[in-house]
C-alpha cells in the first residue's frame, strides 16, 4: 500500500500565541498518514506538548558538527536529547542564503542518522535551470553527491522532498505530470544505489501546495506526500491538506 507524509515546515514564523491559536483550531487528523511539522528550534518543546502526539515534530536543520564552540548551532544528538525524530536538510533556502552545498548536506545526513533520527533531504532546481533544460542533469547531480557510497540503514526512515525552487512562495505549482516526472527520474536514480528498496522510500512534492492541489498530486505514481510551505502556517488549510491524503487510503 502506498505511504502518505504530510510535513510542514513553518520557517521563521509562528510565536508561542500563535501554536496555541493552531493546535487550538487543528482539528481532528487521521491516524493513517505519517503528519510531521517542524517549528524554528525554540519552540519545537513547546509544539510538542502543544500537539500531544497528534503530529510528529522535527526540526528545520542541524549542524555538520556533533559538538562544540559553533555558537548558535544544534547538533543531531541535542535533538535526539529532546525527542526530535525528523529534520529537514538541503532546504532550498539553506542552500540559496547560506551556501550549503550536497557534500554539507551528506555530511549533516550522517550526524542525524548516528543519532536515529530521520532526514527529508531537499533537493530541486531553480527557474534558471529548468529554463535552460537542466532538471535532471542537477537532481542527478544531487542525488548522487549526496547518496553515493552510502547504504541504507534497516529502519531508517529516509524521506527526499523534490522541491522546484521556482515554486516556492511564488504560487506557482509544476502541474502534477512535471511533478511525476521529476519523481519517477528519481525514483529510478535511486534504484541505481538501492534497487527495489528505493520503491520504499517515500518522495515529497514541495513547491506551493495547498488544499486545492494536494489530491491531483498525490494521485501520482511516486509521489509520496508533501512537504508544505505557508499553507502549513493555517491550521485550516492543514488539516484539509492531511485529511484530503488520508482520504485516499
Not at 502526539?53 to 559553533?70: C, L, P, T
Not at 529532546?82 to 552545498?101: A, K, L, M, P
Not at 552510502?150 to 515554486?167: F, K, N, S, T
Amino acid at each position: 500500500m502506498k505511504r502518505y507524509i504530510i510535513a510542514g515546515n513553518w520557517k521563521m514564523n509562528m510565536t508561542k500565541e500563535d501554536v496555541v491559536n493552531f493546535f487550538n483550531n487543528i482539528g481532528e487528523l487521521p491516524d493513517n498518514i505519517t503528519k510531521i511539522i517542524c517549528p524554528v528550534f525554540p519552540l519545537i518543546p513547546f509544539v510538542m506538548e502543544k500537539s500531544a502526539d497528534q503530529i510528529q515534530i522535527g526540526a528545520q536543520n542541524v549542524s555538520e558538527h556533533d559538538k562544540g564552540a559553533f555558537t548558535g548551532e544544534v547538533s543531531a544528538s541535542i535533538l535526539k536529547s529532546i525527542d526530535v525524530n525528523y529534520c529537514i536538510i538541503g532546504h532550498s533556502e539553506r542552500r540559496q542564503y547560506f551556501n550549503e552545498t550536497d557534500n554539507l548536506i551528506k555530511r549533516k545526513w550522517m550526524q542525524l542518522r548516528s543519532e536515529i533520527i530521520n532526514p527529508i533531504i531537499c533537493i530541486g532546481e531553480t527557474l534558471e535551470e529548468r529554463e535552460s533544460g537542466e532538471t535532471f542533469n542537477v537532481i542527478k547531480k544531487q542525488i548522487v553527491s549526496i547518496f553515493e557510497g552510502v547504504a541504507l540503514e534497516p529502519g531508517e526512515d529516509l524521506m527526499i522532498a523534490y522541491e522546484p525552487v521556482w515554486a516556492i512562495g511564488t504560487g506557482k505549482t509544476a502541474t502534477p505530470e512535471m511533478a511525476q516526472e521529476v519523481h519517477a527520474f528519481i525514483r529510478k536514480l535511486l534504484k541505481d544505489f538501492y534497487k527495489e528498496e528505493a520503491n520504499d522510500i517515500p518522495i515529497l512534492y514541495g513547491g506551493s501546495v495547498k488544499s486545492s492541489n494536494i489530491k491531483d498530486l498525490l494521485n501520482q505514481k511516486d509521489i509520496n506526500g508533501a512537504l508544505v510551505g505557508g499553507s502549513s502556517l493555517d491550521p485550516i488549510e492543514f488539516s484539509k491538506i492531511i485529511n484530503y491524503a488520508g482520504e485516499l487510503l
